[in-house]
């Protein structure tokens, strides 16, 4: 089957490209440098894994994973990139459904298998993740949808992943565990929107965007 993948943006030797991977099509985000043959993800639902052998140059290799947040939808293929050498990386408050999935499928009566994804290291707000010197990772805590939602903002390349908390007009739910409306909103408002206006903006889920985009037009952040 012919998958899609888009390129979010390209800068010298790094390229981000997206591609839509598992049951519920989840976008996942593909960061290769392609001269010393490095890949970092954003997510890795189901499917990523495969996805990853066509969408990548044979050569790279996936050195790190960076979860968005803990639902099932976002994390299936993590173990397989984990027993492949790529090192993982997630909020603290949301590693424990990357660890200890069992818990979840208890939970959601999920009818697939999970597999734990051990998480190396924990990110907290404002952290940068650097990554061997060809990449920095802003990462922004904005909780809401789960508890520890992560968005990662690739400034050098003008782009940002939202995973559950910023779509192109909507914005995640917040009725699930550690889910919190105004809590979401305000963090979308304070360290989504304050970034520069033409910033693409790839949700975990669904269409690309913009912030002026959803600046001018998100329904659920008037007044802004
Ligand atoms: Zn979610
Ligand atoms: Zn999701």
Not at 51 to 57: F, N, R, T, V, Y
Not at 93 to 109: C, F, N, Q, R, S
Not at 116 to 142: A, H, M, Q
Request: include cysteine; proline fraction near 5%.
């Amino acid at each position: 089957m012919h998958r899609s993948k888009f390129l979010v943006a390209s800068r010298g030797e790094v390229q981000i490209f997206a591609t839509k991977c598992g049951p519920i099509g989840n976008n996942v985000g593909f960061i290769e440098n392609t001269k010393c043959h490095e890949a970092v993800l954003i997510d890795a639902p189901f499917g990523a894994f495969e996805a990853s052998k066509k969408i990548l140059s044979p050569e790279t290799k996936v050195i790190a994973i960076l979860f968005t947040h803990g639902h099932w939808d976002h994390v299936g293929d993590g173990h397989m990139f984990k027993n492949s050498g790529a090192q993982t990386y997630a909020h603290r408050l949301d590693k424990l459904p990357i660890e200890h999935p069992e818990l979840v499928a208890m939970l959601i009566g999920a009818d697939f298998d999970l597999v734990p994804c051990k998480i190396d290291t924990e990110v907290e707000d404002g952290d940068t993740v650097s990554i061997n010197e060809w990449l920095e990772v802003f990462c922004r805590w904005i909780p809401g949808h789960s508890a520890g939602d992560l968005a990662f903002y690739i400034k050098a390349l003008g782009c940002v992943f939202t995973g559950d908390t910023l779509f192109k007009d909507n914005i995640g739910r917040y009725d699930l565990p550690g889910g919190n409306e105004s809590l979401l909103i305000a963090g979308i408002k304070e360290k989504l929107l304050t970034l520069p206006q033409d910033t693409i903006v790839v949700p975990g889920h669904g269409n690309f965007t913009t912030i002026l985009k959803e600046k001018n037009n998100n329904p659920y952040l008037d007044g802004k």
